[in-house]
């Protein structure tokens, strides 16, 4: 069976032939068809085997049947990992590099604008991870209400990363009616439990036993002491001639170590894993992937998503905890049909891990004999409180990481430290009247009394300043100082600075203040006649409205009625008048604009020019 025979059209027979592909590996030979007449697909196949050309293929011959105007998302591919979905969105643009389709990727750890771009000149097919998907979806940049293919690649590894959430806050997101294609190298129940709830009428496709190695990968099994992992692998690579490896490791500062040692043995070798940024992962797998690199040496999270064509090598430095990552670290090579070997080493506190992997497998590693660093340590691994195995890369790890906060923490000590003793050492600011020795403290004037007076007396009289004779001797807006700071030449014209100057600081801001203050509008006559008529208006009312009080009578009639007194007065307030009801204060009535101060424009003095000119 060719690809001609799955029902795919000539412009994508014709990509997949300018990619090298000549027949169907059995995943695609499967899920092609399926796929082809619009069924939901859950396809159960390892890694390597061709699942992305199973269902990209598809999807490019559905969606080249109509392009809408203006065009609009309607297949989306949901992958757990950046690597991932860069290579998912190669593989679509080489496969449908002769249809009339338009494709993007999405992805967190870089700049969102050029990724914006791209959706709003529109794209028929968006790849793309959960996280950035749901932050442009929030911000009301992406719309996902036409999707008609919704694609879920690795859900077992969604799995793994904890996307399972974000997998069901997308699933909310699309329409009810679409198709689905559902890939996974692994079917954990809580994969099987998502498939339910997610496919209907679907065609399963599996091919191989669930995560069984591809056959064609030689496996071998190398017993060597921590202290000799890179020693051995160092002299493997010399020994062997390898041009390109990928080497697996446990964490992420063992990673960082590995890399590091290598260069010192003369070996060119980059890290990737999840503290660096991905422009340095792009970096890092670009150089790899020219040759420029021969190892490189990734965590899990490059486990998947690295499709390097021709890949000879996987070391397993760290064997993995659990027994589905073997299987896919070791996918990344043998891949199309190609033959690989995959490494692994295996130190004396990680026999456990080995016995998992080998019962997951089905049968046992072969292991090499005779290498130049056999183990030699035997001693049992450490246990923690609980009496649990504490793994000595892990424990590695945690102790560099807090080394690295200390550092860090020493750091911004000493920072703060400088930064302390660097003020102290700045010079302190000079006050006021150090700096300006001629402008003095201005001093709350007293009232005069005795004492003074006769301080005054024994005082000698101030010399007065020079006052011209066609001038008066009044102080202006200066207070009469200005002549303390002017030189006192003789020479030097006499000019006259007892004018108010309208530029000083003091003038502009009394003509500003009063240009700010509210002012209440003058009335209309109308309303001032009635604000004037209003008291005696209410004086009428509350006489009319009291109660008339019975004459008394006296002892005798007609004997006439004494005046009541008013009280006494008391010490302090004899003299005054008192108020009585009918004295309340009168509402101020506003003045007209004439009659009220001037503001600055109005004032002549602030309005007139002033110039310096010499005496006459």
């Known amino acids: 069976m060719n690809f001609r025979d799955l029902g795919l059209t000539a412009p994508i027979l014709k990509a997949l032939t300018q990619a090298g592909y000549t027949d169907p590996t059995p995943i695609q030979r499967k899920a092609v068809p399926p796929a082809l007449a619009g069924r939901d697909v859950l396809g159960c196949a390892q890694t390597g085997t061709g699942k992305t050309c199973a269902f990209a293929a598809p999807i490019l011959q559905r969606l080249s049947g109509r392009v809408p105007k203006p065009r609009t998302i309607r297949a989306l591919i949901l992958t757990p990992t950046r690597e991932l979905a860069i290579q998912i969105q190669d593989s679509f643009v080489s496969y449908g590099r002769n249809l009339p389709l338009r494709c993007a990727v999405i992805f967190g750890g870089v700049g969102q604008q050029p990724q914006v771009d791209a959706i709003q000149r529109g794209l028929d097919i968006l790849v793309a991870t959960p996280g950035r998907l749901l932050d442009l979806h929030g911000q009301g940049l992406l719309d996902l209400s036409h999707i008609e293919i919704f694609v879920l690649d690795e859900a077992d590894r969604m799995l793994d990363m904890g996307f399972i959430h974000d997998v069901k806050r997308v699933l909310k997101l699309l329409p009810e009616k679409k198709q689905t294609l559902f890939f996974s190298a692994t079917m954990p129940p809580e994969v099987m439990g998502l498939v339910d709830g997610l496919l209907h009428d679907y065609a399963r496709v599996a091919v191989d036993p669930v995560s069984s190695p591809v056959e064609v990968i030689r496996q071998s099994l190398y017993y060597v002491d921590k202290s000799n992992k890179t020693r051995l692998l160092a002299h493997l690579m010399e020994e062997r001639r390898i041009s390109s490896a990928l080497v697996f490791s446990r964490t992420k500062h063992g990673a960082n170590r590995i890399a590091q040692d290598l260069q010192k043995r003369g070996i060119s070798a980059a890290a990737i894993h999840g503290n660096k940024s991905q422009t340095a992962r792009v970096q890092a797998l670009g150089d790899f992937k020219a040759g420029r690199v021969r190892v490189l040496v990734a965590t899990d999270i490059a486990a998947r998503g690295i499709d390097i064509d021709q890949l000879p090598f996987v070391f397993n430095y760290n064997l993995p905890d659990v027994p589905e990552t073997y299987v896919h670290r070791i996918g990344r090579t043998g891949r199309a049909g190609r033959e690989g070997e995959a490494i692994s080493f295996c130190q004396f506190d990680e026999k456990d891990e080995l016995k998992a992997i080998e019962k997951l497998?089905?049968?046992?590693?072969?292991?090499?004999?005779?290498?130049p660093y056999p183990m030699e340590n035997f001693d049992?691994?450490?246990?923690?409180?609980?009496?649990?195995?504490?793994?000595?890369?892990?424990?590695?790890?945690?102790?560099?990481?807090?080394?690295?906060?200390?550092?860090?923490?020493?750091?911004?000590?000493?920072?703060?430290e400088e930064r302390k003793l660097a003020a102290q050492a700045a010079p302190a600011p000079v006050p006021a009247e150090e700096e300006e020795p001629a402008k003095k403290k201005k001093r709350r004037r007293k009232k005069p009394g005795a004492q003074q007076d006769q301080a005054a007396q024994a005082a000698p009289a101030p010399e007065e300043p020079p006052v011209r004779p066609d001038k008066p001797s009044g102080r202006g807006v200066r207070q009469g100082r200005i002549h303390e700071t002017l030189p006192q030449d003789p020479s030097m014209p006499v000019t006259d600075f007892y004018k108010p100057n309208p530029l000083d600081s003091d003038v502009i801001m009394d003509a500003t203040a009063r240009l700010l203050a509210p002012r209440r509008p003058a009335p209309r006559p109308q309303v001032q006649?009635?604000?004037?008529?209003?008291?005696?208006?209410?004086?009428?009312?509350?006489?009319?409205?009291?109660?008339?009080?019975?004459?008394?009578?006296?002892?005798?009639?007609?004997?006439?009625?004494?005046?009541?007194?008013?009280?006494?007065?008391?010490?302090?307030?004899?003299?005054?008048?008192?108020?009585?009801?009918?004295?309340?204060?009168?509402?101020?009535?506003a003045a007209p604009r004439s009659d009220r101060q001037k503001d600055s424009t109005q004032h002549k003095s602030l309005m007139r020019p002033y110039y310096l000119h010499d005496g006459d």
Do not use: M
């Open 361 to 371: 497998l089905g049968r046992p590693i072969p292991v090499v004999e005779g290498h």
């Open 380 to 416: 049992p691994p450490q246990k923690d409180r609980r009496g649990r195995a504490v793994n000595s890369e892990d424990a590695e790890a945690r102790a560099a990481a807090k080394e690295k906060r200390r550092q860090k923490d020493a750091e911004n000590k000493a920072r703060a």
């Open 529 to 589: 006649a009635q604000r004037k008529a209003e008291p005696e208006k209410k004086r009428e009312r509350d006489q009319k409205s009291a109660p008339q009080k019975p004459r008394r009578q006296g002892k005798k009639q007609g004997a006439p009625v004494p005046a009541a007194k008013e009280p006494a007065l008391p010490p302090s307030l004899a003299g005054k008048k008192r108020r009585r009801r009918d004295d309340r204060p009168r509402p101020i009535e």
